[in-house]
């Protein structure tokens, strides 16, 4: 009996698999897409798409699919659509039991926004790419100066990374500008000195070094007696007075 019932709840088992997926994938005439669930993933949840702005894309592109026959809907058409903006990395979009749609979009991150001194102008995100443009506001900080591609993808990205892992350095850079050299310098949101870094590198060390001067030096003597603030030697704080 055990044997039998085993057999029993293995074909039951597999009937239910066939007709889920008979279900999600048949469209029956008359069937509309009731709803659209969609979910987005950024890794740093930054908020820069929603469910509006993702279903204003699809109905400019007469792809919507709520109120449309199921047997109507083109899922590759939509995902193609979706992956076309700059912010979408990837989009996957499938049928849900109960006549809907389900969408997961994966988001691309941008990090600094690149103004060189040849004209380019252009956002890197958390993963290198480079993005021509974007289609809404960012707040994140703008890097100006001697800056090729190669160099925004690398160097600068692991400056904006080593400043956005640490909450103080996050809020307090605005701007980032590498001169001829190649040599770093931030611009502060508070305080009318810059602080120099020196080379692309170890600027968490660096960081760090500056952050406990201020906490030592600059809370007593206050944030506007020096010009810049500079960590690009080794061990060592090099101010210059105004």
């Known amino acids: 009996m055990r044997r039998v019932a085993g057999i029993l709840a293995v074909i039951l088992l597999a009937g239910y698999m066939i007709f889920s997926l008979v279900r999600l994938t048949a469209s029956p005439k008359g069937h509309v897409c009731g709803d659209v669930v969609l979910r987005i993933q950024d890794s740093l949840h930054y908020g820069l798409l929603n469910r509006a702005a993702v279903l204003d894309l699809l109905d400019r592109e007469g792809i919507n699919p709520i109120g449309k026959s199921l047997d109507e809907v083109n899922l590759d058409s939509m995902e193609k659509v979706l992956e076309m903006h700059p912010l979408i990395m990837s989009a996957q979009c499938y049928r849900t039991v109960g006549d809907g749609i389900r969408i997961k979009i994966r988001c691309s991150v941008p990090l600094v926004r690149v103004m060189s001194g040849n004209g380019s102008d252009y956002w890197v995100d958390s993963n290198g790419r480079i993005l021509e443009s974007l289609g809404c506001a960012v707040n994140v900080p703008v890097a100006t100066g001697n800056i090729s591609r190669r160099f925004a993808r690398e160097e600068l990205l692991n400056i904006v990374r080593d400043i956005n892992s640490d909450q103080f350095w996050k809020a307090q850079v605005e701007q980032i500008t590498v001169d001829a050299n190649g040599n770093v310098e931030l611009v502060p949101r508070v305080g009318n000195h810059v ?39 080794d061990g060592q704080i090099v101010c210059r007075k105004r």
């Open 195 to 233: 602080v120099q870094l020196g080379k692309p590198e170890n600027t968490a060390e660096k960081l760090d070094r500056v952050f406990k001067f201020y906490e030592k030096g600059l809370d007593e003597i206050g944030w506007n007696k020096y010009r810049s603030v500079s960590a690009a030697f």
